[in-house]
C-alpha cells in the first residue's frame, strides 16, 4: 500500500506504529512533569497495577530502590535536554514483584522544538539478568574452587 501525505494516510500510518509498539513492548507516556498519560497493557501486567491506577501518578509508584536518586536525576537531564535515554532499570510490582526493563525514552517535540511529553519503550529482560546473575555467582564458585584445589 502506498501512502500520500494526507491525514488520513497519516492516521493510519500512526494506527500501524502504535499498534506494533503495543504489541512489542511495554509503553508509557508522560507529560513533561512525568506524570503518566497513557499506559499499555503490556506495561499494565507487568506492573500488577491498572491503567487508573498509573495515569495522573509519575513512575515512582514502580521504583525498586536498586538506583539511586542521582540514577534518576541524570536521566531526567538527559530527556529534559531532548536526549533518548537508553539503560537497564530495575522495578518492582505493585506486588512487590522485581522485574528488568530495557528502557528507552524519546523526548517528543512541538512545532516550536519545545518538548511536550516522553515515551517510555520497555523491554523485560528480567531473565537475561537472572541468566547473568547466575553466570557470575558460577564463575565466582569456580574461582574460589581453584584458589583452594589448584591444579
Known sequence: MQFDDDIDSQIIIQKNLR?????????????????????????????????????????????????SQEFYDNLWNDINSGKVWHGDVKNKSKTGKIFWCDLTIVPFFDKQENIYEHIAIRRDITEKKKFQVDKKNRNNILKIIEHIFPL
Open 19 to 67: 499498534r506494533a509498539l503495543d504489541e512489542s513492548s511495554m509503553v508509557t507516556i508522560t507529560d513533561n512533569n512525568g506524570i503518566i498519560k497513557y499506559v499499555n497493557e503490556k506495561f499494565c501486567n507487568a506492573t500488577e497495577y491498572s491503567s487508573d491506577e498509573l495515569v495522573g501518578n509519575t513512575h515512582n509508584l514502580i521504583r525498586s530502590g536498586y538506583h
